[in-house]
């Protein structure tokens, strides 16, 4: 049976309190924090840095941290984010110079490398440098915003990817990350996808821990 992982983006979070949030939803059962990096560069909007995931390793968090880059350049964030205490560190092709130089860094670091797919982006960045990839994340809506609406042409990619993942023998994670809720993350999860990022659908209801138990109750049937 496949080993689902619940990653809450804390993009959703009251950052005026993310410690408290962080450790309310892990306590609720997630498994992975999910960090998205916007820079109103790469996307438009602004968001939060290697110092606040650092401030959450201090803080206690012992849970992975899974960091999703949306900046331009790429490269040097990422060091930065290695020595904060990321465990895992994302980052979308177009926006490095050289895609393989990036997740070797990460590598180096000795976290876990990803790439991440916006909806117009092609598999195809995957094609040399698989070896090297530890999660494939897809984007299910444009990046740059939570609660928007999960683009159903996510749906025809992750049966893409998890071809590509099942033909290679490796252990990758697929990852899906936009507007996934209770009520669709089967169907996500049918089209291939293990591991799956919530922020609106998770921090917009007053009970972390049903929302979580319910996803589950979804994955399970
Ligand atoms: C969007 C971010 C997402 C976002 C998901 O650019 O990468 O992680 O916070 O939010 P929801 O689950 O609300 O769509
Ligand atoms: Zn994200």
Not at 190 to 216: C, H, K, L, P, W
Request: proline content about 5%; glycine content about 8%; hydrophobic content about 45%.
């Amino acid at each position: 049976m496949t080993d689902f992982v619940i990653a809450p983006s804390i993009l959703s979070a009251d950052f005026a309190r993310l410690g408290e949030e962080v450790d309310n939803v892990i306590a609720a059962g997630a498994d992975w924090v999910h960090f998205d990096v916007m820079d109103n560069h790469y996307v438009p909007n602004l968001t939060i840095g290697p110092m606040v995931c650092k401030a959450l390793r201090n803080y206690g968090v012992t849970a992975p941290i899974d960091v999703h880059l949306m900046v331009s350049p790429v490269d040097r964030l990422i060091g930065d984010f290695i020595e904060a205490g990321a465990s895992l560190i994302t980052f979308h092709p177009e926006a490095s110079d050289h895609v393989d130089r990036s997740l070797q860094l990460i590598k180096d670091g000795g976290c876990k490398a990803g790439l991440v797919f916006n909806p117009a982006t092609p598999l195809h960045y995957l094609d040399y440098v698989l070896e090297k990839i530890d999660v494939i994340l897809i984007m299910s809506v444009n990046p740059g915003f939570g609660g928007q609406s999960f683009l159903p042409s996510a749906l025809e990619k992750l049966k893409e990817a998890r071809k590509l993942i099942d033909q290679s023998g490796r252990d990758i994670r697929l990852e899906v990350d936009g507007g996934v809720k209770i009520d669709n993350i089967r169907e996500i999860a049918e089209a291939g996808a293990d591991s799956f990022v919530a922020g609106s659908a998770i921090f917009n209801t007053d009970d972390y821990q049903a929302t979580i138990s319910a996803m589950r109750a979804e994955l399970a049937q």
